[in-house]
């Protein structure tokens, strides 16, 4: 079985989905990967519900090939313990306000002083520089400041929200993971650790290469691309079908479109290929009535065989029940001991040996601690001291 980073170490001390992805993406590319969380609460993404009831599925899929140890970073006893697990890891990823981790005593400049090859990423909203670098700020004031946000919307009159955070799963998940392995490469050509800044802000800004070219293009006087891929167009857009669900209609291109046409009988629609969308104007209005004669899955069966560019909207219910993803092991599941059979969402990319992506269920909240301190060198009975003194516990009252 395939394990590309297999003797890699990473210290987790992050938080959250975005980051518990980052380090599932590099924990199932082999790598080892231990979660250091807080004793009281640990990863609050752990917990499916505020007064922390039961726990996350969300948690128990993104958190597969990785360990688990309670650490107090509050207390000095707390760092010598990470400062000491630097010196066998190759990875630290922190996802705190920038300048946390340096007022703790366990930013980069002290951890290359106990490992001058780490490979150290700091990931946040705004980055670790700049005048936004203290804002807070969620997936949806990244996306307002990156112009994708003020793009959408032309029907509704207002901003569309997309169904995910894309700057948390792509800037927090795959850019830092991106980051941290094009870190490792160069570490092995150089022998150099690195300091790796990576603000969701910034992702998201560099994802907007077409809306930016668009305004590039209007400031030299030039037309836009008459495709527009932002929902303003009858040939990229979303109808609702008779049953009340919706098919995603995407014929950008005139064979496709020319084909979707033939096969609903209405070649004189061809012309109108890139016309705008736009609600009471005939051709849309035409569109909307011919999708919603019939069913989604009507509508499935019917392009199902044709090239066109058509296809349902699923459900994440549906998803989960779709054929192509099983039989590409999007859709799996993994053996837990203690939680049984779980759902478990693929690695995405397929390599030509198997990659062993499922090693070990989600880690419960400290699991590991003894023994990563065992391993640190740590004696029985001063791991019970620790503990004592709230270093890797709640303090006993």
């Not at 990863?43 to 140890?69: H, I, L, P, Q």
């Not at 160069?186 to 930016?212: F, H, M, P, W």
């Not at 990229?236 to 084909?259: C, L, M």
């Not at 104007?281 to 035409?286: H, I």
Request: hydrophobic share 35%.
């Amino acid at each position: 079985m395939y394990q590309p980073l297999e003797g890699i170490k990473i210290l987790d001390c992050t938080r959250l989905l975005p980051y518990q992805y980052c380090t599932m993406m590099l924990g199932d590319l082999g790598a080892e990967v231990l979660k250091v969380e807080e004793p009281g609460e640990g990863d609050y993404g752990r917990w499916g519900d505020g007064a922390r009831t039961y726990e996350s599925d969300a948690f128990v899929m993104a958190n597969r090939n990785k360990k688990s140890m309670k650490l107090n970073l509050k207390l000095e006893k707390g760092r010598e313990i990470l400062k000491r697990l630097a010196t066998k890891y190759d990875v630290l990823i922190e996802s705190f306000r920038p300048g946390v981790m340096d007022r703790l005593g366990v930013g980069y400049e002290d951890m290359k002083k106990v490992n001058p090859a780490i490979i150290y990423c700091s990931t946040s909203g705004f980055g670790q520089t700049g005048p936004y670098r203290l804002k807070v700020g969620h997936d949806i004031n990244y996306l307002g400041y990156s112009g994708i946000l003020g793009c959408t919307g032309e029907q509704t009159g207002r901003p569309v929200i997309p169904g995910i955070p894309i700057g948390d799963m792509a800037g927090g998940g795959l850019v830092t993971a991106m980051a941290i392995l094009a870190a490792l490469v160069g570490r092995e050509r150089t022998g150099k650790g690195q300091y790796i800044d990576v603000g969701q802000a910034d992702v998201l800004t560099s994802l907007n290469i077409r809306n930016i070219a668009e305004v590039l293009a209007q400031r030299k006087g030039r037309t836009a691309r008459p495709v527009d891929l932002r929902g303003f167009s009858l040939c990229y857009n979303s109808y609702r079908t008779s049953d009340g669900k919706f098919i995603a209609v995407g014929p950008v291109e005139a064979k496709f479109w020319q084909n979707f046409c033939k096969a609903v009988g209405k070649e004189e629609w061809i012309k109108d290929h890139l016309q705008k969308y736009r609600d009471g104007e005939e051709r849309t209005e035409d569109l909307k009535k011919l999708f919603a004669s019939k069913t989604r899955d009507e509508w499935d069966a019917i392009f199902e065989k044709i090239d066109s560019c058509i296809t349902p909207v699923l459900t994440p219910e549906e998803t989960m029940e779709n054929e192509h993803l099983k039989q590409r092991g999007m859709i799996t599941t993994m053996d837990d001991p203690v939680r049984g059979e779980t759902i478990q969402l693929g690695f995405p990319a397929k390599f030509s040996d198997d990659l062993n992506f499922k090693r070990t269920p989600a880690p419960f909240f400290g699991e590991h601690t003894d023994e990563v301190l065992l391993a640190a060198g740590y004696t029985k009975a001063e791991i019970e001291q620790l503990r004592n003194e709230g270093v890797i516990d709640l303090p006993k009252k």
